[in-house]
């Protein structure tokens, strides 16, 4: 299967301060990725979708000025957290589609984010 | 994307085979049924996913009934590596553009 790969795979920050975590498909482009957010003992939920070289879409109660996303490169997208505070701890997951026309979705091993 | 009920867990002993059903009764005819698996801090993992048919790869095999309201999925030989929670999800077709929807999933424990 296709390789996602994340950086870094923990974080440690202040609060107020800015985090970005990279999402890298490892050895195919992927034109549309999405970054999903897992608190402590639940499932995972979808924030947002990023399209390489168009704005991301953003779920329903996700802030798109403190989530920053970019999707600079078929094989790169990165999500800054900005102005981070502990309830923004949380783990940071990405995932790409796979080739082929399947869809099914390939996930990064995710970024543990603490803020203090 | 049709809802999914799934058992919030289940035990196996390990070499069992683990059966780890799923109900989508509000399933549409354009509508595929995947599986992913989340071991404890780690991403997801794909593992397989079906339209009507069943269908069989090197981690599992998955049973759709022929109401296609409900699946099986199988892991023929458990080890003790497959405790993760597995989640069910029902997905259009067409919907490589959209995210997945994650629901309770069911946390599989698989004994020694």
């Known amino acids: 299967g296709a390789v996602v790969s994340q950086h870094p795979s923990r974080v440690i920050c202040k609060s107020g301060t800015s985090v970005k975590i990279e999402c890298r498909s490892l050895?195919?482009?992927?034109?549309?990725m999405f970054w999903y957010r897992q608190f402590p003992k639940q499932s995972l939920m979808l924030m947002a979708t990023s399209n390489e070289g168009s704005k991301a879409t953003y779920e329903q109660g996700v802030e798109k000025d403190k989530f920053l996303i970019n999707h600079a490169s078929l094989t790169l997208s990165t999500l800054t957290v900005t102005s981070a505070h502990p309830e923004d701890s949380s783990f940071y997951i990405c995932?790409?589609?796979?080739?082929?026309?399947?869809?099914?979705?390939?996930f990064g091993p995710g970024t543990r984010l603490t803020v203090t | 994307d049709a809802k999914t009920t799934q058992p919030p867990s289940m035990d196996c002993a390990e070499g069992r085979a683990a059966n780890l059903p799923c109900n989508h009764s509000t399933i549409s005819g354009n509508e595929y049924v995947y599986w992913y698996r989340q071991i404890h801090s780690q991403g997801p993992q794909y593992i397989i996913h079906?339209?009507?048919n069943n269908e069989t790869n090197e981690m599992a095999s998955l049973i759709i009934t022929e109401d296609r309201k409900s699946s099986t999925l199988i892991l023929p030989h458990a080890t003790l590596r497959d405790t993760a929670v597995y989640y069910c999800i029902v997905r259009y077709s067409g919907g490589g553009a959209d995210g997945l929807t994650f629901g309770k999933g069911t946390h599989l424990i698989i004994q020694p």
């Open positions: 995932s790409a589609n796979g080739q082929g026309g399947t869809y099914e979705q390939y």
């Open positions: 050895d195919f482009q992927a034109t549309t």
């Open positions: 079906g339209l009507k």
